[in-house]
């Protein structure tokens, strides 16, 4: 049942399942569906923040750009000291969240996922769901492409697949596109759209979360790995006085660009809290599980998920 709050619907259903090729997953929600999408304004004379500064939005993707240029080849090491060392268990922690690929049991004919990891140049999650499809579920058949606006990120990401048995296959391929305007994508056509620690460089996060929207098929999921709001009072000042006083600084000892890991610490601080991304994310017309997130090691990091509604 919808009631109707202006623009809004609100639902409230006990569960929703989604499907893939016939196994239903059940998830509690309570959600807003937006009546209308909200339109998305080519005006080039728009504002926005590249970490504490304001810049307009035709300059950030160039900003933005430089940055990941500069980092693309000590990306895992410039997490490890974004995260200390954490990281690697929150992405596995995410994947193993999601549970990518189809159980086979008996039945051979499974089609498998199919995974746009947006954001994901190096491949770190892709790799994950991989592995976790073929040896947790013995799924050969799902595959992922590992969307990045950055070449040099994308170069990275088929470096590293040099040394996994995915290279060359159809279970794995490179993308060089906008998460904003993913135009290359059909609609209704991925099963599982990711995101780690990408989603806050965005320009416009709202348009990327319609796109999201779009490409997914009816049940499909999309889910989102990204620094968030700490919520506890004593280590989120420790978090702070690590992140503003020694990340840059070690950037400037070991790479030499103390501004690119500056920028980095700055742009979780602007990252909207969680309960704003959740209400970013039910804007998009998504349908939230449970409170929408979950909190990673005190809430430095958070995973949150949205559902595409069957119909």
């Not at 895992?76 to 690697?88: K, V």
């Not at 050969?140 to 969307?147: D, E, L, N, P, Y």
């Not at 990340?247 to 400037?252: D, F, N, Y």
């Amino acid at each position: 049942m919808f009631i109707r709050y202006g623009t809004f619907a609100l639902r409230r259903v006990a569960y929703i399942s989604y499907k893939r090729n016939g196994q239903a997953r059940l998830f509690s929600y309570t959600a807003f569906r937006p009546q209308e999408k909200v339109g998305q304004s080519e005006n080039n004379d728009r504002t926005t923040h590249f970490g504490f500064e304001t810049v307009p939005e035709s300059a950030k993707e160039l900003k933005v750009g430089a940055v990941f240029s500069s980092v693309a080849s000590s990306y895992d090491s410039m997490n490890d000291l974004m995260s200390l060392g954490i990281h690697r268990l929150w992405k596995d922690r995410f994947v193993r969240s999601l549970n990518p690929g189809s159980s086979t049991g008996e039945d051979d004919d499974v089609r498998g996922w199919k995974i746009l990891d947006v954001a994901g140049g190096t491949g770190d999650i892709a790799f994950r769901m991989l592995d976790h499809a073929t040896t947790i579920n013995h799924d050969t058949k799902t595959s992922v492409t590992v969307s990045d606006i950055n070449p040099e990120m994308l170069a990275e990401g088929r470096k590293r697949s040099l040394e996994t048995s995915y290279a060359g296959t159809e279970r794995l391929k490179f993308l060089e596109a906008d998460a904003e305007k993913l135009s290359m994508v059909e609609s209704n056509s991925i099963d599982l759209y990711t995101v780690a620690f990408g989603i806050r460089n965005f320009t416009d996060k709202q348009r990327a979360l319609h796109e999201a929207y779009r490409i997914l098929k009816p049940g499909g999921v999309f889910a989102c790995l990204e620094f968030s709001k700490v919520n506890n009072a004593l280590l989120n000042g420790i978090y702070k006085r690590w992140s503003f006083g020694a990340i840059p600084l070690i950037g400037q000892l070991m790479a030499a660009d103390r501004g690119s890991y500056q920028y980095l610490v700055e742009s979780i601080e602007k990252f909207p809290s969680q309960k704003e991304f959740r209400s970013m994310i039910e804007l998009a017309g998504f349908m939230v599980p449970g409170q929408g997130w979950e909190d990673l090691t005190g809430g430095i990091a958070a995973i949150h998920k949205g559902i595409k509604p069957l119909s």
